[in-house]
């Protein structure tokens, strides 16, 4: 008796219209996942062992909160600045838009994966692009950007699904019908739209740790978070996981 063939199972996406529209995002080249190979796709596994800081993000990634990762990074020996230690706590500051509201559910959270990524893995970019998009969406939606400004979007836009979606971003470029911008004309200095990338990375960062350098004397005398209590986060983030 002949065996059917097993029905393989695809997951599909509608990112067609990704970035060009409010409803169109429900989270270039080469920026890593975890854990990952730098080879353009979002997420590659492999069998090679989690360094610290990978297994921090992975655990970003689960919801943890990120005093407790910052002090689960000090208890691992990893040494942060105080001002890398308030970009990755910090708050995530956006365009005032009432667009805001359609802002898709993943990417804050990708938004702090990103971070962590960017503090304890040493990625080589001051802000991630699943922030760039994040902080561009509601002006992009409340009027138009100039040239530079709408393309740095687009390429924000792309690698921030391309990673939550698992697709290859120059599978999305081909779907958006339109020539690909590639990561190293956005993060390294010489790239055409460098200059406008360095600015609003710049910006971010100096907003986010402002404030949260203001929220700093509260936090330190209502509550701060302990190495035991960092290890509480850390057994109630795996019991989570695997109940």
Same mark, same amino acid.
């Given at each position: 008796?002949?065996?059917?063939?097993?029905?393989?199972?695809?997951?599909?996406?509608?990112?067609?219209?990704?970035?060009?529209?409010?409803?169109?995002?429900?989270?270039?080249?080469?920026?890593?996942?975890v854990p990952s190979?730098?080879?353009?796709?979002?997420?590659?596994?492999?069998?090679?062992?989690?360094?610290?800081?990978?297994?921090?993000?992975?655990?970003?990634? @689960?919801?943890?909160?990120?005093?407790?990762? @910052?002090?689960?990074? &000090?208890?691992?020996?990893?040494?942060?600045?105080?001002?890398?230690?308030?970009?990755?706590?910090?708050?995530?500051? %956006?365009?005032?838009?009432?667009?805001?509201?359609?802002?898709? @559910?993943w990417v804050i959270?990708?938004?702090?994966?990103?971070? @962590?990524?960017?503090?304890?893995?040493?990625?080589?970019?001051?802000?991630?692009?699943?922030?760039?998009?994040?902080?561009?969406?509601?002006?992009?939606?409340?009027?138009p950007l100039r040239?530079?400004?709408?393309?740095?979007?687009?390429?924000?836009?792309?690698?921030?699904?391309?990673?939550?979606? *698992?697709?290859?971003?120059?599978?999305?470029?081909?779907?958006?019908?339109?020539?690909?911008?590639?990561?190293?004309? %956005?993060?390294?200095?010489? *790239?055409?739209?460098? &200059?406008?990338?360095?600015?609003?990375?710049?910006?971010?960062?100096?907003?986010?740790?402002?404030?949260?350098?203001?929220? &700093?004397?509260?936090?330190?005398?209502?509550?701060?978070?302990?190495?035991?209590?960092?290890?509480?986060?850390?057994?109630?983030?795996?019991?989570?996981?695997?109940?």
């Amino acid at each position: 008796m002949k065996r059917s063939p097993k029905k393989r199972l695809r997951r599909t996406s509608s990112s067609r219209a990704v970035a060009l529209s409010s409803t169109a995002l429900t989270p270039g080249h080469n920026l890593p996942a975890v854990p990952s190979r730098r080879d353009g796709a979002a997420l590659v596994v492999t069998r090679e062992r989690a360094t610290v800081p990978q297994i921090l993000s992975i655990l970003a990634a @689960t919801g943890m909160r990120r005093d407790a990762i @910052t002090a689960l990074a &000090e208890w691992s020996d990893i040494r942060l600045s105080p001002d890398d230690r308030r970009f990755l706590e910090g708050p995530i500051i %956006v365009h005032q838009s009432a667009w805001n509201s359609t802002l898709p @559910t993943w990417v804050i959270p990708q938004v702090l994966v990103e971070r @962590t990524q960017i503090v304890l893995e040493r990625l080589p970019f001051p802000v991630g692009p699943t922030e760039i998009m994040a902080v561009m969406y509601g002006a992009t939606m409340d009027n138009p950007l100039r040239s530079d400004a709408a393309d740095l979007y687009l390429w924000a836009s792309v690698n921030a699904a391309a990673r939550h979606f *698992g697709h290859d971003p120059r599978a999305l470029w081909m779907k958006l019908d339109m020539a690909s911008i590639p990561s190293d004309q %956005v993060v390294e200095r010489g *790239g055409r739209y460098f &200059e406008t990338y360095r600015a609003l990375a710049d910006e971010i960062r100096r907003k986010v740790i402002t404030a949260q350098r203001k929220r &700093e004397p509260k936090q330190q005398t209502t509550s701060s978070t302990t190495k035991a209590g960092a290890l509480r986060e850390l057994l109630k983030t795996q019991y989570d996981l695997f109940r």
